[in-house]
């Protein structure tokens, strides 16, 4: 891959597996800089073994509140600047909303929606102040359609495409582009709730896609000419059909 992000410095949450790593990864390979920041020190420590300077750790609880509200300052304080802020950290839960713990609601609405918003809300003085930025959230193929097995994940998601529609359009004059990705069904960690046969027969049936494939779009949006803005992307299996 060519060096299409050389010299930028980007922040991926949930960097340490799935889609997030698979970003990390993809934009280590265009010559970007990457901030990691998940709470697996353990993974952190290992892809720094691997990428050395190229990739700067910061292990963080981003549903700790405290903790959250200091990323965009650790960052600049790591690296003096953001250029790139995938918004990627997020967690599942499926099935009847009767059976779904209250907990496991607060807790994965916090992640998916409030610290996504918190995240974009810190980082944007900076790129407003230096008139360029991209912004790029790991949304789902749920956000668009109400999809009736998980109700409490897809309305996370639906509540994200709306924060990134309104939000692209307050700030693209200040040279920032905010865009989604909707991936349908990744193999990730956030299938482990599903049974064994189910993913079994997802995957004999074509119906999941690679962590890769979503960081292929990933890149894709970030390495447009500035004055193309790549808004929203759905990328699904071919043979997954709602």
Same mark, same amino acid.
């Given at each position: 891959m060519s060096n299409e992000l050389s010299g930028k410095v980007a922040v991926v949450t949930g960097a340490a597996a799935g889609i997030g790593l698979a970003s990390t990864e993809a934009m280590l390979a265009a010559g970007a800089?990457?901030?990691?920041?998940?709470?697996d020190e353990a993974a952190l420590t290992a892809l720094c073994e691997k990428h050395g300077d190229a990739v700067i750790p910061l292990v963080m609880d981003l549903l700790d509140p405290q903790s959250c509200a200091t990323l965009v300052p650790r960052v600049l304080e790591k690296s003096g600047r953001i250029d790139?802020?995938? @918004? *990627?950290?997020?967690? /599942?839960?499926?099935?009847?909303?009767?059976?779904?713990?209250?907990?496991?609601i607060d807790r994965m609405l916090n992640l998916n929606v409030n610290v996504v918003m918190k995240n974009v809300r810190d980082?944007?003085?900076?790129?407003?102040?230096?008139?360029?930025?991209?912004?790029?959230?790991?949304?789902?193929?749920? @956000?668009?359609?109400p999809t009736p097995w998980e109700p %409490? /994940?897809?309305?996370?998601?639906? @509540?994200?495409?709306?924060?990134?529609? %309104? %939000?692209?359009?307050q700030v693209f004059k200040h040279g920032i582009r905010v865009g989604s990705v909707s991936p349908g069904p990744v193999i990730t960690a956030l299938l482990d709730d599903?049974?064994?046969?189910?993913?079994?027969? @997802?995957?004999?049936?074509?119906?999941?896609?690679?962590?890769?494939?979503?960081?292929?779009?990933?890149?894709?949006?970030?390495?447009?000419?500035? *004055? %193309?803005?790549?808004?929203?992307?759905?990328?699904m299996p071919t043979n997954f059909d709602l």
């Open positions: 800089r990457v901030v990691l920041v998940d709470r790139i802020l995938h @918004a *990627n950290a997020g967690i /599942y839960v499926g099935g009847d909303l009767v059976d779904a713990a209250t907990e496991d980082v944007l003085p900076h790129m407003m102040e230096r008139g360029s930025g991209d912004i790029v959230v790991t949304s789902s193929l749920a @956000a668009h359609f %409490v /994940y897809a309305s996370s998601k639906w @509540a994200i495409n709306c924060f990134v529609q %309104v %939000v692209r359009r599903w049974s064994e046969q189910k993913l079994k027969d @997802a995957k004999d049936a074509g119906s999941l896609i690679e962590a890769s494939e979503v960081a292929e779009v990933v890149m894709f949006m970030l390495s447009r000419p500035r *004055n %193309v803005t790549i808004r929203d992307v759905v990328i």
